[in-house]
């Protein structure tokens, strides 16, 4: 007897475009984040596009540049799904506009451009807060007509919580207490929530201890940002504990691209968040694989 549930009648080409960026086995992703440029102009790291990436490449799952970037500084023959950064208009010679984004990219470039998918960062609690989840709204919306895969990211750089939280220290320099994690933790799975509930297919945040709750009670699945070059050691730490705690990957730029040794850190970046391997079992890979 047939079931017509047994045939397969429909092809999602959004979940094909994932399958490009998540390892099967894993079911995580290593991104490359190279798309700080859109705000800060040549950021440490960046300044050869070309030459920072190519290295790179075969090492990540998905690489995140500016449209700028690609067109410039990526060959059009590599092979590596792109998920484009998709909102700016702001730059660090106005730190207080850093907020109020606009979209920068049509989903017609992302797909002339061959992408899988796309960012948008939306600033929530700030004065730019319903434009930015517009921006993500109205790009999904369109961008799922053609099955681009829509990355919301709770961005930085701007809420005066997440500044000394990715920075990792109080406005006076001083350590964080246990009030500025809760407040973090409070912040960031409010916002997950709210990107999530709006559409966003992916979130990109930050990894803050109690990540647990912030996965917990997101729809989306989360990958992690890297933020503020941290010590090795420490980059790896919290990228074992983001996965650990139930992100599904990092969309990493800083911690990977301002390392001492870009090549060996990615790599060991992958051994953790696809090989489960610790923090201390990556950092000895790491150092090894400085030495090749
Ligand atoms: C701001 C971004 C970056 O892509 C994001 O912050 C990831 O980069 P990093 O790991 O350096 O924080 O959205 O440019």
Not at 3 to 24: C, H, K, T, W
Not at 41 to 53: D, Q, V
Not at 226 to 234: A, I, V
Request: proline share 3%; hydrophobic share 35%.
């Amino acid at each position: 007897m047939k079931n017509v549930f047994d045939y397969q009648i429909e092809f999602s080409g959004l979940q094909n475009r994932m399958a490009q960026m998540f390892d099967p086995k894993s079911g995580h992703t290593v991104m490359l984040a190279v798309d700080h440029g859109y705000f800060q102009g040549a950021p440490a790291g960046l300044i050869n596009l070309r030459k920072t990436i190519e290295p790179l490449l075969q090492y990540c799952d998905a690489i995140s540049p500016t449209i700028g970037g690609l067109k410039t500084s990526i060959d059009s023959r590599m092979r590596t799904p792109i998920i484009l950064r998709a909102t700016g208009g702001n730059s660090m010679r106005k730190p207080e506009e850093l907020d109020d984004e606009i979209i920068t990219v049509s989903v017609e470039e992302m797909v002339k451009l061959n992408a899988v998918g796309f960012t948008v960062s939306c600033y929530i609690g700030l004065d730019s807060q319903t434009q930015t989840i517009q921006n993500l709204t109205s790009l999904t919306e369109e961008a799922h007509r053609f099955g681009l895969v829509s990355i919301g990211i709770t961005a930085v750089g701007a809420d005066p919580i997440l500044t000394k939280f990715v920075k990792g220290e109080r406005e006076d320099g001083g350590e964080l207490t246990q009030e500025d994690k809760k407040e973090a933790i409070k912040y960031l799975k409010h916002a997950c929530r709210v990107l999530s509930e709006n559409g966003a297919d992916i979130i990109k945040t930050y990894y803050c201890e109690g990540f647990e709750e912030v996965v917990e009670s997101c729809l989306s699945p989360i990958v992690i940002a890297g933020g503020t070059k941290r010590p090795t050691k420490e980059a790896l730490e919290f990228t074992y504990n983001a996965i650990k705690a139930g992100a599904v990957g990092v969309d990493m730029g800083r911690n990977i691209f301002q390392n001492e040794n870009p090549v060996a850190m990615i790599r060991a970046v992958r051994a953790v968040v696809h090989e489960n391997k610790t923090a201390e079992e990556a950092l000895h890979l790491y150092e090894k694989y400085t030495k090749e």
